[in-house]
């Protein structure tokens, strides 16, 4: 079964992908290079 997402308009292009079902972003609000900085 296809899990459940929601788009959070948040001012990005096309909004933010965001899973209901673990209340969390898909992608960092800082954006991508921000986010590969923290995780690695």
Do not use: C, H, K, N
């Not at 965001?18 to 898909?26: I, K, L, M, V």
Request: proline fraction near 8%; hydrophobic fraction near 30%; aromatic fraction near 12%.
């Amino acid at each position: 079964m296809p899990e459940r997402i929601d788009w959070l308009d948040d001012g990005t292009a096309g909004g933010s992908p965001f899973s209901p079902r673990f209340g969390d972003r898909y992608r960092s609000e800082l954006g991508g290079l921000d986010q590969a900085r923290e995780v690695f």
